[in-house]
C-alpha cells in the first residue's frame, strides 16, 4: 500500500499502467491497417463488422483518454495506431471499411466513442491528420445526422458526434441535438435517477451513460448548454453520487444489478465525472477510493485473463452473461471507468489520500425513491444490499417474465442472481413465488411499489402485483426485459420488506386462492466457499425450510447455494407469511427483531426499541 492509497494501494501509475496494457494487448489481434480489431469470442447477433468497429471504437477512446491526461506524451505511439485505423476505416473502397451509422444501428453508438475520442485527442491526433483524411472521417461521422435513435441514452451517440462536426466546421443539425436533449429529459425522474426510456430501467446505465455525456457534452460545446442546464446536471450528478457511493463495496465490487455487466469498472465513470466538472459533494479521496476499488475487485479476480483481454463474463468468460448485442469488443467500455486518466497526475483526485467508502464506516439504511430501492450496508462485512421494490426493466401490469438482473426482490455487491439455464423461466433467488406442479413458479414483473422510505432506523417497502405463469418464448432479442409467452394469470401477492442491518423481514401475503400450489420464499445466492451466510428463517406461516444448489448457473461463482421457505400446501389467502431473509459475512452480529403480525400488517421492534411497521392491504386492479 502507498502513503496516498492505504486502502487500494493503487496510484494514478498503476491506472495508467493498466490501461496501457489493456490497449497494447490488443495489437495482436488487428488488421495490418489498425482498423479492425478481431478478438476472440461469441461473436453478437450483429456480426463481425459490428464486432470489429466495436472493439476499435471503444479502444480509441481509452487511447484518447489516455493522450489527454499526458498533454499528448505517447511513449507507446497510441495516436499514430488508431490514426492509421481512422484512417482505414473511414476511407470509401478500404477492403477493412467500417459500416456506416446510417446502415448498421450499431455504428450509431460506436460513432460517438470516436468522436468523442476525437474531441479529447485533438491536439496530437485530429490537428495532424491531412485534409483528405479528416475529410473521410466527417463523412463516415456526417451520416448520423438526420437519423433515428431510439429515446432511450442513445440520444447522446447523435448529440455528442454532431457537436464534434461543429467544432470542426462540418455539417450538423440544431434540431437533432435538440430532440435529443428532450428525450435526456424525459428520461429524468427524482433524486438524481434517470430511467432509461419508459420502463423502469434503473441499473449501472444511469452512470456510465445518463450522467457522464451531459457533462461532457456541456464542457464540449459550452455556448451550445444553456448555464441552468448544467447547473441542474451538476446537481442531479451530484446527488447521484451519493447514492453511488453507498453501493460499492468494502472489496469494491459495485452494484451486481442490471445488464451489461460485463463492463464491469464502468461502474466506475460518473464517480470521475464528478471529479472532472466539480459536480459532486464527495471528496477527492473517497472518489478515488471508490473507483480504485472496482479497478482492483476485478484486477484481483483476474481481469483481464491471461492475454491481457476482457472477455465476456464477470470475472472469467463467461458467454451466458451477455446481451444479445454483446460481442467480443463490448466489454471494452469498461475503458469509460478510467475517465479519470484524462485529468492531470496533479489533480486532487490523484493527490489525496484514500478515505473510506460509506459501507465501511457505518451501518447504513436509505430509501432511493426513484428506482424503490432500499439500501443498507453493514460496516464489519462491507457488504451493500438493495431490497428493491421498484424495478424491473419493465412497466405496472406487464405480463413478461422476471428479468433476473431486474426483477429479484435483491441485490448486493457480493452475490449475483443466477442467469443461466431456466433463471429466466423459474424465479429460484430472493423471490416470493407459487409453485404449480405443471406451471413451474409465478413472476412478479409488472408489480406496483406502495411504499419505500425510511422510518426511524428501518428502510422500509411494499411492492403489490398479479403473479403469473410465462411459458417463456426465447427467440426475442435479450435487452435486459423479461421474456414474453403465453401467460396464465394467477393472484396478487404483496411483499413487504423491513431492513436494517444485515436483517430483512419479508412478509408475503396471497390475496386470492391459488389451488393446486404452494408458496416458496428464496433468500440470496451465495457461493459456499466465500463464507457468507445467506439463510431465511421461518417466522409465521411457513411449514419447512430447504437450501437448493446450482451448478453452472452464476458467472461469480461454480456453485450457489441459495435457503428458502415454503408452505407443504397453497397458501392460505390473507394470511401473511413472515420471514428473516439474512446476508452477511462471519462478522455481523445480526440483530433480529420481535415481529407482530395482524391481518393486514407486519411490525417490528428491534433489540434497541425501535419500532417500524408495513401494511400489507389488497390494492388489487385487474392486468
Same mark, same amino acid.
Given at each position: 500500500?502507498?502513503?496516498?492509497?492505504?486502502?487500494?494501494?493503487?496510484?494514478?501509475?498503476?491506472?495508467?499502467?493498466?490501461?496501457?496494457?489493456?490497449?497494447?494487448?490488443?495489437?495482436?489481434?488487428?488488421?495490418?491497417?489498425?482498423? $479492425?480489431?478481431?478478438?476472440?469470442?461469441?461473436?453478437?447477433?450483429?456480426?463481425?463488422?459490428?464486432?470489429?468497429?466495436?472493439?476499435?471504437?471503444?479502444?480509441?477512446?481509452?487511447?484518447?483518454?489516455?493522450?489527454?491526461?499526458?498533454?499528448?506524451?505517447?511513449?507507446?505511439?497510441?495516436?499514430?495506431?488508431?490514426?492509421?485505423?481512422?484512417?482505414? &476505416?473511414?476511407?470509401?473502397?478500404?477492403?477493412?471499411?467500417?459500416?456506416?451509422?446510417?446502415?448498421?444501428?450499431?455504428?450509431?453508438?460506436?460513432?460517438?466513442?470516436?468522436?468523442?475520442?476525437?474531441?479529447?485527442?485533438?491536439?496530437?491526433?485530429?490537428?495532424?491528420?491531412?485534409?483528405?483524411?479528416?475529410?473521410?472521417?466527417?463523412?463516415?461521422?456526417?451520416?448520423?445526422?438526420?437519423?433515428?435513435?431510439?429515446?432511450?441514452?442513445?440520444?447522446?451517440? #447523435?448529440?455528442?458526434?454532431?457537436?464534434?462536426?461543429?467544432?470542426? &466546421?462540418?455539417?450538423?443539425?440544431?434540431?437533432?441535438?435538440?430532440?435529443?436533449?428532450?428525450?435526456?429529459?424525459?428520461?429524468?425522474?427524482?433524486?438524481?435517477?434517470?430511467?432509461?426510456?419508459?420502463?423502469?430501467?434503473?441499473?449501472?446505465?444511469?452512470?456510465?451513460?445518463?450522467?457522464?455525456?451531459?457533462?461532457?457534452?456541456?464542457?464540449?460545446?459550452?455556448?451550445?448548454?444553456?448555464?441552468?442546464?448544467?447547473?441542474?446536471?451538476?446537481?442531479?450528478?451530484?446527488?447521484?453520487?451519493?447514492?453511488?457511493?453507498?453501493?460499492?463495496?468494502?472489496?469494491?465490487?459495485?452494484?451486481?444489478?442490471?445488464?451489461?455487466?460485463?463492463?464491469?469498472?464502468?461502474?466506475?465513470?460518473?464517480?470521475?465525472?464528478?471529479?472532472?466538472?466539480?459536480?459532486?459533494?464527495?471528496?477527492?479521496?473517497?472518489?478515488?477510493?471508490?473507483?480504485?476499488?472496482?479497478?482492483?475487485?476485478?484486477?484481483?479476480?483476474?481481469?483481464?485473463?491471461?492475454?491481457?483481454?476482457?472477455?465476456?463474463?464477470?470475472?472469467?468468460?463467461?458467454?451466458?452473461?451477455? #446481451?444479445?448485442?454483446? &460481442?467480443?469488443?463490448?466489454?471494452?467500455?469498461?475503458?469509460?471507468?478510467?475517465?479519470?486518466?484524462?485529468?492531470?497526475?496533479?489533480?486532487?483526485?490523484?493527490?489525496?489520500?484514500?478515505?473510506?467508502?460509506?459501507?465501511?464506516?457505518?451501518?447504513?439504511?436509505?430509501?432511493?425513491?426513484?428506482?424503490?430501492?432500499?439500501?443498507?450496508?453493514?460496516?464489519?462485512?462491507?457488504?451493500?444490499?438493495?431490497?428493491?421494490?421498484?424495478?424491473?426493466?419493465?412497466?405496472?401490469?406487464?405480463?413478461?417474465?422476471?428479468?433476473?438482473?431486474?426483477?429479484?426482490?435483491?441485490?448486493?455487491?457480493?452475490?449475483?442472481?443466477?442467469?443461466?439455464?431456466?433463471?429466466?423461466?423459474?424465479?429460484?433467488?430472493?423471490?416470493?413465488?407459487?409453485?404449480?406442479?405443471?406451471?413451474?413458479?409465478?413472476? $412478479?414483473?409488472?408489480?406496483?411499489?406502495?411504499?419505500?422510505?425510511?422510518?426511524?432506523?428501518?428502510?422500509?417497502?411494499?411492492?403489490?402485483? $398479479?403473479?403469473?405463469?410465462?411459458?417463456?418464448?426465447?427467440?426475442?432479442?435479450?435487452?435486459?426485459?423479461?421474456?414474453?409467452?403465453?401467460?396464465?394469470?394467477?393472484?396478487?401477492?404483496?411483499?413487504?420488506?423491513?431492513?436494517?442491518?444485515?436483517?430483512?423481514?419479508?412478509?408475503?401475503?396471497?390475496?386470492?386462492?391459488?389451488?393446486?400450489?404452494?408458496?416458496?420464499?428464496?433468500?440470496?445466492p451465495v457461493d459456499p466457499a466465500v463464507g457468507l451466510t445467506s439463510a431465511v428463517i421461518p417466522v409465521n406461516g411457513f411449514d419447512s425450510t430447504d437450501v437448493h444448489h446450482e451448478t453452472?448457473?452464476?458467472?461469480?461463482?461454480? #456453485?450457489?447455494?441459495?435457503?428458502?421457505? $415454503?408452505?407443504?400446501?397453497?397458501?392460505?389467502?390473507?394470511?401473511?407469511?413472515?420471514?428473516?431473509?439474512?446476508?452477511?459475512?462471519?462478522?455481523?452480529?445480526?440483530?433480529?427483531?420481535?415481529?407482530?403480525?395482524?391481518?393486514?400488517?407486519?411490525?417490528?421492534?428491534?433489540?434497541?426499541?425501535?419500532?417500524?411497521?408495513?401494511?400489507?392491504?389488497?390494492?388489487?386492479?385487474?392486468?
Amino acid at each position: 500500500m502507498t502513503d496516498l492509497s492505504p486502502i487500494t494501494g493503487l496510484t494514478r501509475d498503476h491506472w495508467a499502467a493498466s490501461a496501457d496494457n489493456l490497449l497494447l494487448s490488443l495489437r495482436p489481434w488487428a488488421s495490418p491497417d489498425h482498423a $479492425r480489431i478481431e478478438l476472440p469470442g461469441r461473436p453478437s447477433r450483429y456480426g463481425p463488422d459490428s464486432d470489429t468497429l466495436e472493439a476499435f471504437a471503444r479502444t480509441f477512446l481509452l487511447a484518447a483518454i489516455r493522450l489527454k491526461g499526458e498533454d499528448g506524451k505517447d511513449p507507446h505511439d497510441f495516436a499514430n495506431w488508431y490514426a492509421a485505423g481512422l484512417r482505414a &476505416g473511414t476511407t470509401p473502397g478500404s477492403p477493412t471499411a467500417w459500416p456506416r451509422p446510417d446502415v448498421l444501428g450499431q455504428a450509431k453508438v460506436e460513432a460517438c466513442s470516436i468522436a468523442l475520442g476525437l474531441h479529447l485527442s485533438r491536439p496530437w491526433l485530429w490537428d495532424r491528420l491531412d485534409a483528405s483524411d479528416q475529410a473521410n472521417i466527417v463523412d463516415w461521422l456526417s451520416t448520423v445526422i438526420g437519423e433515428e435513435y431510439p429515446p432511450i441514452n442513445w440520444v447522446w451517440f #447523435q448529440i455528442v458526434v454532431e457537436t464534434f462536426l461543429r467544432s470542426v &466546421g462540418a455539417s450538423w443539425s440544431q434540431d437533432d441535438i435538440d430532440s435529443g436533449l428532450a428525450v435526456h429529459e424525459s428520461l429524468y425522474r427524482t433524486g438524481g435517477w434517470y430511467a432509461d426510456g419508459p420502463e423502469r430501467s434503473y441499473d449501472h446505465y444511469n452512470g456510465w451513460a445518463l450522467h457522464v455525456y451531459p457533462l461532457l457534452w456541456a464542457d464540449m460545446a459550452p455556448d451550445l448548454c444553456a448555464p441552468e442546464l448544467r447547473q441542474a446536471w451538476a446537481e442531479r450528478l451530484s446527488s447521484f453520487l451519493d447514492d453511488a457511493a453507498l453501493l460499492v463495496g468494502s472489496d469494491g465490487s459495485p452494484l451486481q444489478q442490471g445488464r451489461s455487466l460485463i463492463y464491469r469498472f464502468a461502474a466506475a465513470a460518473p464517480f470521475w465525472v464528478g471529479a472532472m466538472t466539480g459536480a459532486t459533494k464527495l471528496s477527492p479521496g473517497l472518489i478515488r477510493r471508490a473507483s480504485s476499488g472496482m479497478l482492483r475487485h476485478f484486477t484481483d479476480h483476474g481481469v483481464p485473463n491471461e492475454q491481457g483481454l476482457l472477455s465476456i463474463g464477470w470475472y472469467d468468460e463467461w458467454p451466458a452473461m451477455a #446481451q444479445s448485442y454483446s &460481442g467480443p469488443g463490448s466489454p471494452y467500455w469498461a475503458v469509460k471507468g478510467m475517465l479519470g486518466l484524462a485529468l492531470p497526475a496533479d489533480h486532487p483526485v490523484w493527490t489525496a489520500i484514500e478515505e473510506p467508502l460509506p459501507a465501511e464506516q457505518s451501518d447504513t439504511v436509505k430509501a432511493l425513491e426513484a428506482p424503490g430501492w432500499l439500501v443498507s450496508t453493514t460496516a464489519a462485512d462491507g457488504i451493500s444490499r438493495v431490497i428493491n421494490h421498484g424495478t424491473d426493466h419493465s412497466v405496472p401490469g406487464d405480463d413478461r417474465s422476471d428479468s433476473p438482473l431486474y426483477a429479484r426482490l435483491g441485490y448486493s455487491t457480493s452475490t449475483m442472481p443466477p442467469l443461466a439455464g431456466d433463471a429466466s423461466e423459474r424465479p429460484r433467488d430472493n423471490s416470493a413465488v407459487l409453485i404449480h406442479p405443471e406451471r413451474g413458479a409465478t413472476h $412478479r414483473n409488472g408489480f406496483e411499489t406502495l411504499q419505500c422510505g425510511v422510518g426511524g432506523a428501518t428502510a422500509v417497502g411494499v411492492s403489490s402485483g $398479479r403473479a403469473h405463469w410465462v411459458e417463456v418464448e426465447h427467440d426475442s432479442p435479450d435487452h435486459g426485459s423479461g421474456r414474453s409467452g403465453s401467460v396464465t394469470w394467477g393472484p396478487r401477492i404483496t411483499v413487504a420488506s423491513l431492513v436494517r442491518g444485515a436483517c430483512e423481514v419479508r412478509a408475503v401475503r396471497v390475496h386470492e386462492a391459488a389451488p393446486d400450489t404452494h408458496l416458496e420464499l428464496s433468500g440470496w445466492p451465495v457461493d459456499p466457499a466465500v463464507g457468507l451466510t445467506s439463510a431465511v428463517i421461518p417466522v409465521n406461516g411457513f411449514d419447512s425450510t430447504d437450501v437448493h444448489h446450482e451448478t453452472g448457473t452464476s458467472p461469480q461463482a461454480e #456453485q450457489v447455494a441459495i435457503p428458502t421457505a $415454503r408452505t407443504t400446501g397453497p397458501p392460505v389467502p390473507g394470511l401473511i407469511y413472515v420471514a428473516f431473509v439474512l446476508l452477511h459475512g462471519k462478522e455481523v452480529q445480526v440483530d433480529l427483531p420481535a415481529v407482530q403480525v395482524t391481518d393486514e400488517s407486519v411490525s417490528v421492534t428491534w433489540s434497541d426499541g425501535s419500532t417500524a411497521s408495513a401494511l400489507l392491504k389488497d390494492g388489487s386492479r385487474e392486468p
